[in-house]
């Protein structure tokens, strides 16, 4: 998306309010125009050796009035800029944050720290940009009024005021590059500082144990250090050619005043027009500072622009500026109920010829061919780095595949739109919670009914930690889930997944924080559903020993499959994972083994 | 309130010392370019006044020529007070930034267990950011409208005594009506940028944790979440705002008014002769300038409440203690440290206990391995020991000596632990394995991850350590990172380790490689290893069982194993059956 492209996207987005903007400040700009006249027609009447002193005050009477009008005036335009404001704001975060959502899994090219940078700074950018668009036309209106005025008082001197504009427009559009190039390295600064802060928070605990306390404080005031010196390059230029323009028109005015002497001598200059000039001139000069500090601040727009759009998937860099709405003059709607619908009911999973490759590596998946039928219990299992989450995160949609298709019910599916409630639910390896209470991280905002909460809780066999907790359900959990153990975070997000009644689960290694019993336990009451579908990853024998099938990953290719008996008899690998021995280290399995790290889960 | 925003400000007063220097310089620049403001109407009046009094061209246009090079001076003073001022404010506030995170950093996991990273963010950067431009200009800006002002008034005086009593009283009037209303906007202010910390703390974590909103279809109910949030910004916000413009609003008004007496008196005084026109004229540009300095005021009024409201915000952050207190010894004995529990009790809420009379001892060199049910209290009892929660009664001494007494730093250069949450950083893969000590030679870091079979995947990035690891370890598998965890916690070689369900994200093959190196590490350590999967605990010396939190069996390892009514054997043979299944 161009700039161009884009404001015209965002002063079209709310366009009365641009509106009602534009007019009010217009207004609240244009009266000092009134003050100008005032002044002249004041300083006329004292030069005419009148003597009557109310004539020669109703002026100064007029000024006061037009001055504190003009407050009123600021207090109704700066409601309605406040409010253009946080809608822009809005806009910006809502689209951006949409764009966010639709990369399929975490594969934005920012860290959620970083990212929260773009979310700030560069829409604040924005904003001050339609801050001078907003300023614009009440400045226009004045500079060309003012002219006109000046003009018929005294057109060369005029002239003379009119000539710095031109210079300081050429001037700008040959430093745009440079306003961009250390716009950019600023924005860059100040991404690294967030992205740092938010990762060292999220890092408490082992940056404690770890003794980093100052390693990390050296690392941020460094960080700190380089951006202090972006952010005094990046203000020194914008601050040298906002003055640069108050050089040239001081230049001017120095100039407006030579002319004035000989004028003034020859009678065709009064006082009172010297006064509308200097009353004039200063605000005309402030008012082409603007207009040249905006042709640069256009040249910067870009660099927060390409920043924002980067959130934003391939081909959907346009959104930005989609016309969504915000929700801020109203509550959000209720969340939709989610619809299900008879034909989409499961009876088949098919997978076929699924590869995805790392970018940058040769690592992945390759060709994965399986199919899972409703009721079945699917077991994924090999080596780390075998390629077991990354075939589920494919299968997801999370990954980008690069070739095979997912099928359900015999239709080829879009897995990223298409694997989510109610057909379809997951819990990742490493769960998330959110900070919130224990109840809505499970609900997830979906309609309080007690029974399904209760079942899902009885599920995820998380009944007795519940019981526990102090607050029970509305224990506040903490930002990830800190506040609970690592069984507890996994199982609350096994319960979050049952909660959703999907027709099939995804469990990416849900067993790793929990003891024997418990797991025992989970697997148990889940079979006892009826119904209930699943594809588990997993090395534990818990849950191997429940699978109706198991399929063994290595090298990112499924290298056996079938059921338990059956591989422990055919297949070293499931032997070897079975036994958690290697009976057989020869150099050959150990050079494979080495090599399978580089392969990502 | 003037109690309140005294403490405030010599608490600030303290970052501004290491700058004093440039401080005093900005000053001076400051006062300069208000003198070589205070010049200009004088220039002009003369220009006036020659005209008017039909003097010759030339003079006129000395005076010209005196007005254009004090114009270009003024424009190089303004650029370089905004650089200077600049400058100051970054490094005062990096300093206060780089405080405030070093103090979070250090406070116990009581305050961070309720704050999210995106939070941090803002109250780290957000709110010092706010405050920013009190740091460069406001000491600056107060000093130098009120020089101006004197100076304004001052030369008035000289000119006309009853015009500048008038001026000087509509001045002070304004000033005191400012001092009077500074505060309006800061609870507000504060309000808001709480507001937005809320926001930024939704935004992160959500991003954080995509994969979970997306597969589990909840980005409709994000998005909710997020309107709620923005609306109430929007809301606190537009309050805020609102309120801070009301001091600059009431200077205009009341200056308004001032220019309209003075000037009126100023037409009485021309009237009756007393003054020339060019004197008028000045008068009224004089009048025209105070508006200057004063709406100056005005807008550091301003200011000032959005600063005051993030220097409360931040001063509640350096304000809040951490609970750990640090004793003072440092000397640990050498070698493997033992490790005491005597009738420990503890628990996060008063009415919960979680860990229950708790007394056990292991000697130099041992291992111990725990056993128990999620939420038994296994993780609690390694983390009263690391001091990350304070107990409620008992003691717990490592190589001998309190906890209590030791200084912090002491305890975590002897004593490391492992757990299943790693957090990786965006950075290369030298600092995440050294967590940014540089002092770390790489002969080292390679070494150890030779030995935990970490070395040919670090060796396989295209960069070897230098290697940039993206975003949060995205591309890490997670029992890759549970190597990088081990690895980071044996560079630091310890003498005391805990490793908590290290092995719980390997599958059975790579645990079995990891398990030599890892007892080849614990050669010379002390070793807690807490524990579900019961193979983990094949090395071990001891095993501890716990329940509820209250030791349910304590003993040798093979005595219980042996033992077949205890509860390790019963575990083993669950175990056994599980595998037979």
């Given at each position: 998306m161009t700039v161009t492209r884009f404001i015209q996207r965002l002063f079209t987005y709310n366009i009365s309010l641009f509106i009602v903007n534009g007019l009010l400040w217009g207004l609240f700009h244009s009266m000092p125009l009134l003050l100008g006249l005032g002044m002249q027609w004041f300083f006329d009447r004292a030069t005419g050796q009148s003597h009557n002193y109310l004539w020669l005050v109703a002026p100064l009477i007029f000024i006061a009035l037009v001055r504190i009008s003009r407050t009123g005036v600021f207090f109704w335009a700066f409601f309605k800029w406040v409010t253009y404001i946080y809608d822009i704001q809005a806009i910006l975060r809502t689209n951006m944050l949409k764009g966010i959502m639709r990369?399929?899994?975490?594969?934005?090219?920012?860290s959620p720290g970083e990212a929260v940078s773009r979310f700030r700074e560069d829409v604040d950018e924005v904003v001050e940009y339609v801050e001078s668009w907003v300023d614009f036309w009440g400045r226009f209106a004045f500079a060309i009024i003012s002219l006109v005025i000046m003009a018929r008082v005294n057109w060369q001197i005029t002239l003379v005021a009119i000539l710095p504009l031109v210079a300081v427009t050429l001037l700008n559009n040959l430093s745009g590059n440079r306003a961009r190039r250390y716009g950019q390295q600023n924005r860059e600064a100040t991404g690294r500082i967030t992205s740092f802060i938010a990762e060292s928070f999220g890092a408490v605990q082992a940056l404690k144990l770890g003794q980093a306390e100052e390693h990390v404080h050296r690392r941020f005031v460094e960080l700190n250090e380089s951006r202090r010196q972006a952010a005094l390059k990046d203000n020194l230029f914008k601050q040298w050619m906002r003055s640069l323009n108050q050089h040239v028109l001081s230049i001017c005015t120095g100039i407006i005043l030579l002319m004035c002497a000989s004028a003034m001598k020859a009678g065709q200059f009064t006082v009172g027009d010297f006064a509308l000039f200097t009353s004039y001139l200063t605000n005309i000069a402030f008012s082409i500072s603007l207009f040249g500090y905006m042709v640069f601040q256009h040249k910067r727009l870009k660099v927060s622009l390409d920043r924002m759009s980067i959130l934003f998937r391939p081909g959907e860099q346009e959104r930005i500026m989609d016309f969504s709405e915000t929700y801020l003059f109203g509550e959000p709607p209720e969340l939709p109920v989610v619809e299900r619908s008879p034909d989409d009911q499961l009876h088949t999973l098919e997978i076929r010829n699924l590869s995805y490759t790392y970018p940058g590596s040769e690592n992945g998946i390759a060709n994965v061919n399986f199919a899972v039928k409703r009721g079945q219990f699917v077991v994924i299992t090999g080596r780390i780095g075998s390629g077991k989450s990354t075939l589920v995160r494919t299968l997801l949609g999370l990954l980008p595949k690069s070739g095979g298709d997912v099928q359900w019910n015999g239709r080829v599916i879009d897995p990223a739109a298409f694997l989510v409630p109610p057909r379809s639910a997951y819990t990742p390896q490493v769960p998330r919670l959110f900070s919130d209470t224990l109840q809505e991280n499970i609900v997830q905002g979906s309609p309080p009914e007690a029974d399904a909460l209760t079942r899902a809780i009885r599920l995820a066999v998380m009944e007795k930690d519940i019981e526990d907790l102090?607050?029970?359900?509305?224990?506040?959990?903490g930002p990830r889930g800190v506040m609970l153990s690592g069984g507890q975070i996994q199982r609350a997000a096994t319960a979050r997944m049952m909660m959703t009644e999907s027709d099939l689960f995804i469990f990416d290694d849900l067993s790793s924080a929990l003891d024997v019993e418990t797991e025992k336990k989970l697997w148990e009451r889940l079979f006892h559903e009826r119904d209930v579908t699943c594809i588990a990853v997993s090395h534990r024998r818990a849950a191997l020993a429940q699978a109706d099938h198991i399929i063994v990953m290595k090298d990112g290719r499924i290298e056996a499959e079938g059921s338990l008996a059956e591989l422990l008899e055919s297949s070293i690998e499931m032997q070897l994972l079975w036994q958690g021995e290697p009976t057989d280290s020869s150099e050959s399995d150990e050079r494979a083994d080495s090599k399978n790290m580089t392969v990502r889960v | 309130m003037q109690q309140s925003a005294k403490p405030s400000m010599s608490w600030l007063l303290k970052y501004l010392k290491p700058v004093r220097g440039r401080l005093l310089l900005l000053l001076i620049l400051l006062l300069a370019s208000t003198g070589a403001q205070l010049v200009n109407p004088q220039i002009v009046q003369r220009f006036i006044d020659t005209a008017a009094e039909n003097g010759i061209v030339s003079s006129l246009l000395v005076l010209a020529g005196i007005y254009l090079v004090f114009a270009v001076l003024n424009q190089v003073l303004t650029v370089a007070i905004s650089y200077l001022g600049n400058d100051v404010s970054w490094r005062a506030t990096n300093q206060l930034r780089g405080d405030l995170l070093k103090h979070c950093l250090r406070l116990d996991m009581r305050f961070h267990n309720l704050k999210t990273p995106g939070e941090m963010i803002e109250r780290i950067d957000g709110d010092v950011t706010n405050m920013s431009n009190f740091f460069a200009m406001f000491i600056i800006k107060v000093i130098g409208s009120f020089v101006l002002l004197a100076g304004i008034l001052g030369y008035m005086f000289t000119i006309n005594w009853p015009i500048a009593s008038v001026m000087t009283l509509f001045t002070l009037a304004s000033i005191g009506a400012m001092v009077f209303i500074r505060d309006l906007g800061v609870t507000s202010s504060k309000d808001e940028r709480g507001a937005s910390a809320a926001l930024f703390g939704l935004i992160e974590e959500r991003i954080a944790g995509i994969e979970d909103v997306q597969a589990n279809g909840n980005v409709p109910y994000v998005m909710n979440r997020f309107y709620r949030a923005m609306r109430n910004v929007f809301l606190k916000g537009r309050k805020a705002w609102m309120l801070r413009v009301i001091p600059w609003n009431t200077t205009v008004v009341l200056f308004a008014i001032a220019v309209t007496a003075v000037l009126m008196l100023g037409v009485h005084y021309f009237l009756t002769k007393q003054i020339s026109l060019g004197t008028l004229f000045l008068i009224y540009q004089y009048t025209q300038m105070l508006n200057d300095p004063i709406e100056q005021l005005g807008d550091q009024v301003q200011e000032f409440q959005k600063a005051k409201s993030g220097m409360l915000r931040s001063q509640e952050l350096l304000a809040s203690?951490?609970?750990i207190m640090e004793g003072t010894q440092t000397a640990l004995p050498d070698g493997a440290l033992g490790l005491e529990f005597d009738h420990v009790h503890f628990s996060y809420n008063p009415d919960r206990p979680v860990l229950h009379d708790i007394t056990f001892t292991v000697r130099p060199g041992e291992r111990l391995g725990i056993i128990g049910r999620t939420g038994s209290g296994k993780s609690s009892l390694s983390r009263v020991l690391l001091r990350l929660y304070n107990i409620n009664s008992g003691t717990v001494r490592v190589g001998g000596v309190d906890i209590r007494d030791l200084k912090l730093e002491a305890l975590y250069r002897r004593v490391g632990m492992v757990t299943q949450d790693v957090q990786l950083f965006d950075g290369t893969l030298r600092d995440n394995l050294t967590l940014f000590d540089g002092s770390i030679p790489d002969d080292y870091i390679l070494g150890t991850t030779e030995r935990l079979g970490l070395k040919q995947w670090i060796d396989s990035q295209?960069?070897?350590?230098?290697t940039h690891l993206k975003a949060g370890g995205a591309s890490l598998s997670a029992g890759e990172a549970q190597l990088f965890a081990l690895t980071r916690v044996f560079l630091t070689q310890p003498s005391l380790v805990i490793l908590?369900?290290?092995?719980?994200?390997?599958d059975a093959a790579t645990e079995a490689m990891l398990q030599s190196a890892v007892d080849q590490l614990m050669q010379n350590c002390t070793g807690i290893v807490i524990a579900h999967?019961?193979?983990?605990?094949?090395?071990?010396?001891h095993i501890m069982v716990l329940g509820d939190g209250r030791i349910l069996e304590f003993g040798e390892r093979e005595v219980l194993a042996k033992d077949p009514s205890s509860r390790y054997a019963q575990l083993l043979i669950t175990g056994r059956e599980e595998d037979l299944a």
């Open positions: 990369w399929p899994g975490r594969n934005l090219p920012a102090e607050k029970g359900l509305d224990t506040f959990v | 203690r951490t609970e295209p960069e070897g350590l230098d908590d369900e290290p092995s719980s994200r390997l999967r019961l193979s983990t605990l094949e090395q071990v010396d």
